[in-house]
Structure formats: C-alpha cells, structure tokens
C-alpha cells in the first residue's frame, strides 16, 4: 500500500492546544466499548455497536453523523439515562470529574444518590428539544429558582443572585425572568435551557441537537456563545449534531458515527484536511461550508443500513465508493493512519487516496494501494 497523500502539512495543528497525545491529561469521561440493543417483538436493534469516546477537560468535542447513527443512544447510554427497551450489553463509562489524584468512578455502579449529584453537579444534559420542554404556566425565572432549589442549597438570596448570573451568561436581560415561555422566542427558550443547565456549574455539557429548530445564523450565535462561556467557565462540552459545518467551527475534536459505531475521531482540523473514513468525507461533502448553501448528504448516496441486520465487516460498504471485497472482514478497531496526527483514527484501514481541498467538495480520488 502507498502512503496517504497528505496536504496542509504546514497547518497548525490542535484546535485549543490541548492535546490529548500530553500523556499528562487524562479524560474527564471516558466511555468504553459501549454497546446498546432496543429490543422488541421484530427483534434486537443493535443502535450502538462497541463505541468508545474520551471526554478532556475543557474540551468541545462533537459527535457528529446521520439521524438514526446512534448519537443520542450513546450519550444517555454513557450517563445511565436509558430506559427500556433499550438494553446496555457491554460497556462502561468512566467519570473522573479531573481529580486526578484518585481512580475515576464508573457510572455504572454508581447509587441512585450518587447519580443524582452526578447530573447537573457534574455532567448536565441539554436534551433534544428540549426548549419545548419549559412549562408554558410558569415564568421562566421561577422555573430556574426550581432548579436551583432542587440541586443547590443556597439562600434565597443566593438563590435570586443565581438566577441573574445564569440569565447575565446565557445573555438574556435579567427582566425577562418574569416572561413566560411563550413571550419568548426560540432562541430566548433555548437560552433559557442552557442557563438552566449551567446552575450548578457542571465539569461536563451534553448538549443534544441543541438549536436544530433555530435558523442557522442563531445556532451559530448560541454555540458560540457557549464556546466563549466554556473558556470562562472551563467546561468540557459534548456537541451531537447531525450538521457538520457548525462543528468544524466550533470544536476541537469530531467523533463521527455511522450505524452505531464511531468510524473516525480526531482533531477538527485533522478531520477536515485529512478525513481518513470515507463516510467522512461523504459527510463533509455534503456540508460544504457553514457560509455556503447547505446540500444535504449530496455525497454519499444510498441509506444507512437497519439496525436489525447483522452486518460483517464496515457497515458503510454498500454505500462506499472504495469499497471492496476485504470491507466485509474489516474490524471496525479505530486504528491511527494519519502520519501527522497519531490521536486521528478511523475505523476503515485503507489507505484512501487523499483529496486535496475537502472544501472544494469531495469526489474522484481512489483507493491507493
Ligand atoms: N425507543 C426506541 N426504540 C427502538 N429503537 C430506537 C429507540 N430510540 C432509538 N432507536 C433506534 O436506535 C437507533 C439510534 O437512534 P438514536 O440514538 O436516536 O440516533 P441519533 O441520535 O444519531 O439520531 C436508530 O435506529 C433508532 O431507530
Ligand atoms: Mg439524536
């Protein structure tokens, strides 16, 4: 096989410096091999299939692919928040909350008190949505005096204080405390889900599909208000996403997933010079630029596969346009290939020829060999 032909060999590399190849840092969370089926009477879906994925303090990374890739799954898998028919086969989740000087706890043994000042003292969720999930009779300050009360004991002094301070950093004016939900607007009641998942100063963020309601030019104004709260703040933040330009503005490392799997993760700006999967460049191709029209998955044709079927080999064969025979026996291990950056790794092990200028759209190219 003939060497990756890489580009922007001079580009800088890491998106906020932090590396995780500093063999002093150690993942604030750490999701190993996680493996999740929904069962019913037509059968078992396998909607996450050996996943792993390392969370670093103060990192944004994003977990990026398709509807139906198993991003959600994966994320409420990894914090115990899955109710049947979905069924945990394998896997762990390790929190370290960054005290390094002792073990990290697995989530999964954790008690149900343990869970509960786990939540929202230390990881919160924002969940799909779930700015439709404010109660339309309440105003929206009471509704974070709720949650400040329900996670924190503070006078009701402090408690008011807490209240202006979340609204002061999600940018909301402190008079709008008195608003109901529905004198808000979208962008107001997002706002309003984030500052509420911010009261308790969490270590860690998950934010699901957090403003796919909005228009993109909003979208882009929260997450990157949340990115500047973070550096403030020193949150780590887990972007899911379906849509790929905003995340390539915005994180610091991807995790792609496809069919349950993650196939590629690595540093933004790695991913994007150099994408490594070919279901990774498809998606980049068919999200050119957050400035530029957006074409839906124009570059990868085809639909993912059922999660009822067993598949051998890498599930994005069929659709693949280097596939080949061998992709059957493929293992689907997250292997490093990329000879600049040694933490980008992906789960197809060819060696697919490079396509200079993702931007310019992704297409031709081959496999080398
Ligand atoms: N409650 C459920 N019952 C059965 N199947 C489900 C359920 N929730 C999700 N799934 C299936 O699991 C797979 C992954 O779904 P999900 O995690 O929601 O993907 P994503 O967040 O990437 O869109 C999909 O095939 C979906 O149909
Ligand atoms: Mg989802």
Not at 113 to 128: A, C, G, H, M, P
Not at 193 to 218: C, Q, S
Not at 230 to 237: H, M, N, S
Request: proline share 5%; hydrophobic share 40%; glycine share 8%.
């Amino acid at each position: 096989m003939s060497q990756v032909k890489v580009d922007h060999l001079d580009e800088k590399l890491g998106g906020s410096g932090l590396s995780p190849l500093d063999a002093s840092r150690q993942p604030l969370l750490s999701i190993k091999d996680m493996t999740v089926e929904y069962r019913g009477r037509s059968g078992s879906a396998k909607a996450v299939d050996r996943a792993s994925l390392d969370i670093y303090p103060q990192e944004v990374v994003g977990l990026a692919g398709e509807s139906g890739s198993g991003k959600s799954t994966l994320a409420y898998a990894a914090c115990r928040l899955l109710r049947p028919p979905a069924v945990i086969t394998g896997g762990s989740t390790l929190y370290s909350g960054g005290d390094f000087s002792r073990s990290p706890r697995d989530i999964f043994k954790m008690s149900d008190d343990e869970l509960t000042s786990l939540r929202w003292k230390e990881i919160s969720i924002v969940f799909q949505s779930a700015m439709n999930s404010l109660n339309p009779v309440m105003k929206i300050g009471v509704q974070l005096r709720d949650a400040i009360d329900v996670h924190l004991s503070l006078s009701k002094s402090e408690a008011d204080a807490k209240v202006e301070e979340v609204l002061d950093m999600v940018g909301i004016p402190r008079d709008r405390a008195r608003s109901y939900p529905h004198q808000l607007s979208g962008g107001m009641r997002q706002r309003v889900i984030i500052a509420m998942a911010l009261v308790a100063n969490p270590k860690l963020i998950i934010m699901d599909e957090p403003t796919t309601a909005l228009d993109v030019v909003l979208q882009r104004e929260i997450l990157s208000q949340i990115v500047e709260l973070k550096q403030r703040l020193g949150f780590a933040v887990l972007f899911i996403t379906h849509d790929l330009s905003l995340m390539m503005e915005l994180t610091d490392r991807l995790a792609i997933m496809y069919a349950g799997r993650i196939v590629e993760i690595g540093d933004t700006k790695a991913l994007r010079s150099r994408p490594l999967h070919p279901y990774t460049r498809g998606l980049l191709a068919s999200f050119p630029s957050i400035r530029g029209a957006r074409r839906e998955l124009s570059g990868i044709k085809g639909a993912p596969p059922s999660p009822l079927e067993t598949i051998d080999g890498c599930p994005f064969a069929p659709r693949c346009q280097f596939a080949r025979e061998s992709c059957g026996q493929v293992s689907m291990q997250l292997e490093s290939l990329d000879r600049i950056d040694l933490d980008h790794l992906s789960a197809c092990p060819f060696e697919v020829g490079q396509v200079a200028g993702i931007d310019q759209g992704v297409g031709g190219g081959g496999i080398d060999e």
